[in-house]
Each structure stands twice: as structure tokens, then as C-alpha cells.
Nanobody, 119 residues
Framework: EVQLVESGGGLVQPGDSLRLSCVASGFNFGEYAMGWVRQAPGKEFEWIAGISGTSDTTRYADSVKGRFTISRDNAKSTLYLKLNNLKTEDTAMYYC????????????RGQGTQVTVSL
């Protein structure tokens, strides 16, 4: 059974940083592109970052480019997202998603971790 477990969210102030983690199990992690998506209250899912299986390519939504960094450790079956210079509009539930490189179409995701950016 595919499982994705996110962690690392929290309540921070604008300008702060966080690192999210996603531990995967139930599939050969290194064979799949992975991505992060987020959903703010009352809004649709937004794809924000993707990484290839071998980490040779990454891609970002314009809304986070230059502030967020996606990475992975295949030996640990773990996906990361470093969030820098957080803004109030980054407040959302953040999910990792299997097989999501450049868009989110309902692929398997975890339960999410909440990021709240507030003064």
C-alpha cells in the first residue's frame, strides 16, 4: 500500500523558513517523480514544485520560484520542501504527491501538513 506521510509544518511569521518532509513507503520511491501541492482554505489544489526520480530536474510554480526548494533522498525514501521568505499567502495545507512533476491531477497524496504564516 502506498503511504505518504508529511511533517514539518507550523505557525510562522512572514519572512521565516520551514522545511517540510514526506516519508514514502509501499512503492519504489526512486523510480517516480514527486511533487508538492498545496490547498488554501476555499481554494483549489495548487501544484507548486516537482522533482524527477533522480533529482536531475526540478520545476516550480511562479508563485514559489526563488523561495522554495524541492529535494529528495532516495536512500531514505524522503521528499523535502524548503520554504524560505514565507508570505501570508503561502498559508495552506501542504501535500506531497506521487508521480507529480509539473501538474496535479489527483495523484496519490498524503494527509498533509499545515503551514500558517501570520503576524
Amino acid at each position: 500500500e502506498v503511504q505518504l506521510v508529511e511533517s514539518g509544518g507550523g505557525l510562522v511569521q512572514p519572512g521565516d523558513s520551514l522545511r517540510l518532509s514526506c516519508v514514502a513507503s509501499g512503492f519504489n520511491f526512486g523510480e517516480y517523480a514527486m511533487g508538492w501541492v498545496r490547498q488554501a482554505p476555499g481554494k483549489e489544489f495548487e501544484w507548486i514544485a516537482g522533482i524527477s526520480g533522480t533529482s536531475d530536474t526540478t520545476r516550480y510554480a511562479d508563485s514559489v520560484k526563488g523561495r522554495f526548494t524541492i529535494s529528495r533522498d532516495n536512500a531514505k525514501s524522503t521528499l523535502y520542501l524548503k520554504l524560505n521568505n514565507l508570505k501570508t499567502e503561502d498559508t495552506a495545507m501542504y501535500y506531497c504527491a506521487k508521480g507529480t512533476y509539473s501538474a496535479y491531477g489527483g495523484q496519490k497524496r498524503g494527509q498533509g501538513t499545515q503551514v500558517t504564516v501570520s503576524l
